[in-house]
């Protein structure tokens, strides 16, 4: 019987064929799709942000572990499309208006993917008023808004007050980036600032209501 537990190990070593084969097996022993994406991937990129919030992995190993994610979401999701099942909640994302730096940002919408969030990306250099229109779209849960540049810290604060003029009842949104701050955050009416893509997952869970 393949283990669920495997899966976890596999996701958060980064072992992209182990992850596919595992998946496949699960699938084969008759495991629900969103079962190996509750008890499998999402447990096992938690370990991943927990890892590179203390540190002890960087940037690379991240990305290994997302790739590994991947591919058992690549089997997994026409599957839980086909059943009618989706993630509980759904997340925008992108960067600042005026600001094309994504690296930040591509990972922090993977971790949120890893931890089963519907996650929209709108790109780099996103105005307030797109970040408004998909966010009443999709009716998002999280607005994720990223800058690298000082520059462009002034564009993320009128998207912030953008969206909360808007008056999008159960929307949060979050900021971060090199030179963002919590006091900047709380200047700006944010409802939470990530440091990195590991806390941006604790803080994405916590403003939704699930436990971190």
Do not use: C
């Not at 976890?8 to 799709?33: F, H, M, S």
């Not at 990305?63 to 994610?69: E, G, K, N, Q, V």
Request: proline content about 4%.
């Amino acid at each position: 019987m393949p283990s669920v537990t495997a899966l976890t190990e596999a996701v958060a070593a980064g072992k992209r064929n182990d992850a596919l084969r595992l998946t496949q097996e699960l699938l084969a022993a008759g495991i629900p799709p969103q079962v190996i994406v509750e008890t499998g991937l999402v447990p096992g990129m938690s370990i991943v942000g927990e890892r590179f919030r203390k540190n002890e992995i960087f940037v690379p190993e991240m990305l290994i572990a997302a790739r590994a994610m991947k591919e058992s979401l690549k089997l997994l999701e026409p599957l839980l499309v086909a059943a009618g099942i989706r993630p509980k909640y759904t997340a925008i994302i992108g960067t600042a208006q005026g600001d094309l730096h994504d690296i930040g940002k591509n990972l922090v919408a993977m971790m949120w993917r890893g931890a089963n969030f519907n996650v929209i990306d709108l790109g780099t250099n996103v105005s307030a008023e797109r970040y408004v229109a998909a966010a009443r779209e999709h009716q998002a849960h999280l607005v994720g808004i990223s800058a690298l540049l000082t520059t462009t810290m002034p564009a993320m604060k009128e998207a912030v007050l953008a969206l909360k003029a808007a008056g999008l009842t159960g929307t949060k949104v979050v900021i971060g980036g090199a030179p963002v701050t919590q006091d900047f955050a709380d200047e700006i009416g944010a409802d939470g600032f990530a440091a990195d893509a590991g806390t941006a997952v604790s803080l994405a869970r916590r403003l939704v209501g699930e436990a971190a």
